[in-house]
């Protein structure tokens, strides 16, 4: 009975997380407020890690910005946001696909109404992360200007 027990815990990961993957068809519109309401909760704390990550570099860019001639810190959690998180958006939008895909094989063809929320979800998060690189990309600029205008200055 022992050696079943990673089939089962696997098999009920799978089953949690995958459900999401087909939605029930909703009445509602979707918009990206819906389809965070519907997110599996994986993929929540990837949006919300995503979110809070480019809220950090926002406020870390203008800290830096106003500390005068102080030059250290921040550069390398921004320098790494502008890598990471594209990657992670990528990472959360492809599991999100593997998800819809095991529940098609699952239950057999869908009408694209109880896919689209799925769907919806991934495109969601792979733009999430993609804008939160921009941003990361753009604050990155801001502070390596203005290291820039520090160090030829003095």
Not at 138 to 145: G, K, L, M, R, Y
């Amino acid at each position: 009975m022992s050696a079943f027990r990673p089939a089962i815990v696997l098999a009920a990961l799978v089953a949690v997380t995958g459900a999401p993957g087909l939605a029930w068809a909703q009445a509602a519109p979707l918009t990206p407020a819906t389809v965070f309401a519907d997110a599996a909760i994986p993929m929540k704390a990837v949006m919300a890690m995503l979110l809070v990550a480019v809220a950090a570099a926002v406020v870390l860019t203008v800290r830096k910005l106003r500390s005068g001639p102080l030059l250290t810190g921040g550069s390398a959690y921004v320098s790494a946001l502008r890598l990471g998180a594209p990657l992670l958006g990528l990472l959360g939008a492809a599991y999100n696909g593997l998800m819809i895909l095991i529940a098609l094989a699952n239950r057999g063809p869908q009408p694209i109404n109880v896919v689209a929320p799925g769907l919806a979800e991934a495109a969601f998060l792979l733009v999430l992360g993609l804008a939160v690189g921009v941003t990361a990309v753009i604050c990155h600029w801001a502070i390596e200007a203005r290291i820039d205008r520090m160090v030829l200055k003095g």
